[in-house]
Every structure is written in structure tokens, then in C-alpha cells.
């Protein structure tokens, strides 16, 4: 057997070299498909049900059929991870609406395709959680609620590319993205968060953020350690005057930011509370019972 991960494709696995979908896939033409990016933490995956339920209501909002039902997509999930001896992992869950021909409509395409892809993932440096990353605010605005909104994880992620593509450009780690009222909204890949005299704040829903998975467990690690949540809007003046402020996302866990468009927050250093939140969230992701065994 070769050494290389297997990724799932409709039901077959295939060496990584050899995964491939076709170019007439309306996921690559057009960007019409979803996703869902899920960790494994020591053989159990994290989330899994929340994961694919969020997948299920972004499919719905696209009205695309997924194929498979919730319990076989979390099997396929379990089933890659054991193919490829993986217990901690980075997973790519994905349904594309399938092959059609060059027009955009969506009833070209009979049958949606499933891939599952078990790898690792590295987003920022090693020390990011210990000394926090560097941001800038980009002039790319998130899309409103009412048209291609972030809330759906499609496979469209240009607005994050994009704004993805700034932060690189100003040499800083991570972008951070309004709306188009000019609230603060979310990161390219990231929820986001504000402390201030104690108390934590993140913005509402009509910004048209994805709600995030990693979002609800610091909800829940922060009403554990005493500290009240609120949902507001956030202004980049509160941003920058922030006593401390975070970004929360599967792929980067909880990570303190230490700057926003070179305006150091408080002391540049993470502070007290994202440091608890951080130590807590940790602890969640080793709890057998808040995920789906491999
Ligand atoms: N916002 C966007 C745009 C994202 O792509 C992600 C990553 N899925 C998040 C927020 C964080 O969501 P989660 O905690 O579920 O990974």
C-alpha cells in the first residue's frame, strides 16, 4: 500500500496524486458547492454532528441535495480518518453541486459529489497563541445578509481570498473584515472577539458572519469561567481600544491579537482573559463527550 493519504470521493478512496474531479464540476466553474473544515483531537472528531449539520443547512440554502444522510457523512468522516491511521487531523469536508455542462444552472447537475480530505493544517506560527498575531482591517467588505453571505460555507470564498491577499500585501498575519456598514464582522477564516473591563463581546448575527462551531464552545468556556458574552456591534475605533481581542476558528483554534492595523492592542501582549479562554477551549477539544469517536 502506498504511503500516501487516501482522500473519499463518492464512496471510493483514492491516493492523494490521483484525487480528481472533473473540470466540468460546478464547484470548480462556479464555486457552487459547501464545505465544512472539522478537527480530530485524539481519535475522537471534534464537533462532528454541529459540523454536519451546519453542512445540511448551507446545502439547503444553495437548495443542493446532498446525497448522503447525516449519520452516512459522519461515517464517511470516521471511515477516512481510520484509512489513513489518523487520531488528530484537520478534515475538508465537501459537497460540490457535481458535473454539468458550462452553463451556471444549477439543475445541470444530477448528482452532487462528496469528498472528504483527512490532513493536517498549519494557519499561523507556532507561537501564535503565545504572543498573538498581527491584523489589518481590509478594505474588502463582507457581503450582506441578503446576497452571497458568509453565513452559507460555500465553496465561493473570494471575499476571503481577497481580504486574505491585503493582510499578505501589508505583511501582517490575518485580515480582519467589516461589514458593509463598516462593523467589524469576522476574520478571513475566524470569529472574533472583544474583551473590555472584563466582559466579552462579539458581533450579532446580522453581520452576516458564519457562525462558528469554535465560536459557541468560547461562549460556553467563557460563561464557565464567570465571564458574560454579549452580542453587539463593534465598532474599529472599540476594536483598537479593546483591552484584548481574539479570534476563534477551527483551523486556528483561539488566538490572541496582538495588533490591528498597527495599533498595538492594550500592551501587545495576549491578556488574562483569552488566556483563560484559550486554557478552557483546550480542555473541551480532549473531552470525549463533545465529539464523535473514530
Ligand atoms: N468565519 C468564516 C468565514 C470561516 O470560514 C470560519 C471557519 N469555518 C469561521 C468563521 C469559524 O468557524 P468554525 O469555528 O466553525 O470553524
Same mark, same amino acid.
Given at each position: 500500500?502506498?504511503?500516501?493519504?487516501?482522500?473519499?470521493?463518492?464512496?471510493?478512496?483514492?491516493?492523494?496524486?490521483? #484525487?480528481?474531479?472533473?473540470?466540468?464540476?460546478?464547484?470548480?466553474?462556479?464555486?457552487?458547492?459547501?464545505?465544512? &473544515?472539522? $478537527? #480530530?483531537?485524539?481519535?475522537?472528531?471534534?464537533?462532528? $454532528?454541529?459540523?454536519?449539520?451546519?453542512?445540511?443547512?448551507?446545502?439547503?440554502?444553495?437548495?443542493?441535495?446532498?446525497?448522503?444522510?447525516?449519520?452516512?457523512?459522519?461515517?464517511?468522516?470516521?471511515?477516512?480518518? $481510520?484509512?489513513?491511521?489518523?487520531?488528530?487531523?484537520?478534515?475538508?469536508?465537501?459537497?460540490?453541486?457535481?458535473?454539468?455542462?458550462?452553463?451556471?444552472?444549477?439543475?445541470?447537475?444530477?448528482?452532487?459529489?462528496?469528498?472528504?480530505?483527512?490532513?493536517?493544517?498549519?494557519?499561523?506560527?507556532?507561537? #501564535?497563541?503565545?504572543?498573538?498575531?498581527?491584523?489589518?482591517?481590509?478594505?474588502?467588505?463582507?457581503?450582506?445578509?441578503? #446576497?452571497?453571505?458568509?453565513?452559507?460555507?460555500?465553496?465561493?470564498?473570494?471575499?476571503?481570498?481577497?481580504?486574505?491577499?491585503?493582510?499578505?500585501?501589508?505583511? @501582517?498575519?490575518?485580515?480582519?473584515?467589516?461589514?458593509?456598514?463598516?462593523?467589524?464582522?469576522?476574520?478571513? &477564516?475566524?470569529?472574533?472577539?472583544? @474583551?473590555?473591563?472584563?466582559?466579552?463581546?462579539?458581533?450579532?448575527?446580522?453581520?452576516?458572519?458564519?457562525?462558528?462551531?469554535?465560536?459557541?464552545?468560547?461562549?460556553?468556556?467563557?460563561?464557565?469561567?464567570?465571564?458574560?458574552?454579549?452580542?453587539?456591534?463593534?465598532?474599529?475605533?472599540?476594536?483598537?481600544?479593546?483591552?484584548?481581542?481574539?479570534?476563534?476558528?477551527?483551523?486556528?483554534?483561539?488566538?490572541?491579537?496582538?495588533? @490591528?492595523?498597527? $495599533?498595538?492592542?492594550?500592551?501587545?501582549?495576549?491578556?488574562?482573559?483569552?488566556?483563560?479562554?484559550?486554557?478552557?477551549?483546550?480542555?473541551?477539544?480532549?473531552?470525549?463527550?463533545?465529539?464523535?469517536?473514530?
Amino acid at each position: 500500500m502506498s504511503n500516501e493519504l487516501q482522500i473519499y470521493i463518492d464512496g471510493t478512496f483514492y491516493p492523494k496524486s490521483q #484525487a480528481k474531479i472533473s473540470v466540468y464540476d460546478h464547484g470548480l466553474l462556479y464555486g457552487d458547492g459547501v464545505f465544512e &473544515g472539522i $478537527r #480530530a483531537y485524539n481519535g475522537v472528531v471534534f464537533k462532528l $454532528r454541529e459540523h454536519i449539520q451546519r453542512l445540511f443547512d448551507s446545502a439547503h440554502a444553495m437548495m443542493l441535495q446532498i446525497p448522503l444522510s447525516k449519520e452516512l457523512m459522519a461515517q464517511a468522516v470516521t471511515e477516512t480518518l $481510520r484509512k489513513n491511521n489518523l487520531r488528530d487531523a484537520y478534515i475538508r469536508l465537501v459537497v460540490t453541486r457535481g458535473v454539468g455542462d458550462l452553463g451556471l444552472d444549477p439543475r445541470k447537475c444530477p448528482k452532487p459529489s462528496v469528498i472528504v480530505i483527512a490532513d493536517l493544517i498549519k494557519v499561523h506560527e507556532a507561537d #501564535a497563541k503565545t504572543k498573538g498575531i498581527t491584523t489589518t482591517i481590509s478594505w474588502i467588505r463582507r457581503d450582506p445578509v441578503d #446576497a452571497t453571505t458568509h453565513e452559507i460555507k460555500s465553496l465561493n470564498y473570494l471575499n476571503s481570498v481577497m481580504a486574505k491577499i491585503e493582510a499578505n500585501i501589508s505583511g @501582517v498575519d490575518e485580515a480582519i473584515c467589516l461589514d458593509k456598514n463598516g462593523s467589524v464582522c469576522e476574520g478571513v &477564516g475566524e470569529n472574533l472577539f472583544v @474583551v473590555k473591563k472584563g466582559r466579552i463581546f462579539t458581533p450579532p448575527s446580522s453581520v452576516g458572519a458564519l457562525p462558528g462551531i469554535t465560536a459557541i464552545s468560547v461562549v460556553e468556556a467563557a460563561h464557565k469561567l464567570g465571564y458574560e458574552v454579549t452580542e453587539t456591534n463593534i465598532t474599529p475605533y472599540q476594536l483598537i481600544n479593546a483591552d484584548e481581542v481574539f479570534f476563534s476558528g477551527t483551523a486556528v483554534e483561539v488566538v490572541p491579537i496582538r495588533e @490591528v492595523n498597527k $495599533r498595538q492592542i492594550a500592551d501587545g501582549v495576549p491578556g488574562p482573559v483569552t488566556k483563560r479562554i484559550i486554557a478552557e477551549f483546550h480542555k473541551t477539544t480532549l473531552d470525549r463527550k463533545q465529539g464523535t469517536p473514530i
